[in-house]
């Protein structure tokens, strides 16, 4: 659920007592717009995400069509009814569904039926009009289901932001962390996720008062950082959870790198409580209220 954008500042245009790039702000703007396009598109995200189940090891998550709903790993929920089968083996790390008595289940093309199949990451399944997807990794997965048709989807208007703000685009040093720890975060649906302590960021507020946040890398590695953080609009203008930042780590972040707080945004779990999103470690909680990036969601 990572977001890395890199925009080009154009110019400096004065708006009350605001200093914004002209070119900044308006591609800025224009990112927000797209996103905002996307959500309204897609038939899989925080709008219309309906149940989760979680995958532990040989056991069978089942999920059955009933009417016009979709019943998740509910108790004896394939009796009379059309039902598919999804389990995860840890010694594989591999996950296999299959239909036992029939059903309209379908991964693209190929319909699923009593002999297993080997769903790979980012898989769709289509059960009638429902979607699901399977997200795991060595220690568990999760099942999740979708319904393209819910009302959050088709009533989104938009999400809600601070308008931009160049003050909060700052300059942090970067001090490198030379094999860093492994740090466990809680989620917000009380599970776990690990991260690599990456480097600290040194920056200064708009007001003059420096502070420092933890950059956070997956571990296996990637391309890219994770800065999770609250602030003192978390829980009254911001989702009380937290925002991330996403920062580009395909190159190195030499002595320096900017730090975006206008492009700080929700983790999923600001939406509905279906997803699986870590909650920003003690480190990184500031005490100065970032008016910059997105808002709590009306």
Not at 10 to 31: C, I, K, P, Q, R
Not at 46 to 72: E, H
């Amino acid at each position: 659920m990572n977001r890395i954008n890199n925009l080009v500042v154009l110019g400096l245009l004065f708006v009350g007592t605001t200093s914004l790039a002209g070119g900044y702000a308006d591609s800025l703007l224009a990112e927000r717009a797209d996103h905002d396009a996307s959500i309204r598109a897609g038939e899989i995200g925080p709008f219309t995400a309906i149940g989760q189940a979680l995958l532990r090891d040989g056991q069978v998550v089942r999920v059955a069509l009933a009417a016009d709903t979709i019943l998740l790993d509910k108790p004896a929920a394939d009796i009379g009814l059309p039902t598919m089968e999804i389990q995860w083996m840890k010694s594989s790390e591999r996950v296999y569904v299959r239909t036992p008595m029939g059903g309209n289940f379908k991964i693209g093309h190929k319909r699923v039926g009593p002999v297993p199949l080997d769903y790979q990451p980012g898989d769709t399944i289509l059960a009638e009009k429902f979607r699901l997807q399977v997200y795991y990794n060595s220690r568990g997965g999760r099942v999740m289901a979708f319904d393209p048709e819910h009302a959050k989807r088709a009533h989104f208007e938009g999400l809600n932001y601070f308008d931009p703000d160049e003050a909060w685009r700052v300059e942090a040093k970067v001090e490198p962390i030379i094999d860093g720890e492994t740090v466990t975060m809680t989620t917000s649906l009380g599970l776990q996720k690990s991260y690599v302590r990456f480097a600290l960021l040194h920056f200064v507020s708009p007001e003059g008062t420096p502070f420092q946040l933890t950059l956070f890398q997956p571990v296996d590695g990637g391309d890219w950082g994770f800065l999770p953080f609250t602030d003192a609009t978390s829980g009254s203008v911001t989702y009380g959870g937290g925002r991330y930042i996403d920062l580009d780590l395909s190159k190195s972040l030499g002595e320096t790198v900017v730090i975006d707080f206008n492009r700080a945004y929700n983790p999923y779990c600001a939406y509905t409580h279906y997803y699986n999103c870590p909650i920003p470690p003690s480190e990184n909680c500031l005490s100065v209220a970032i008016e910059a990036g997105e808002k709590s969601y009306k």
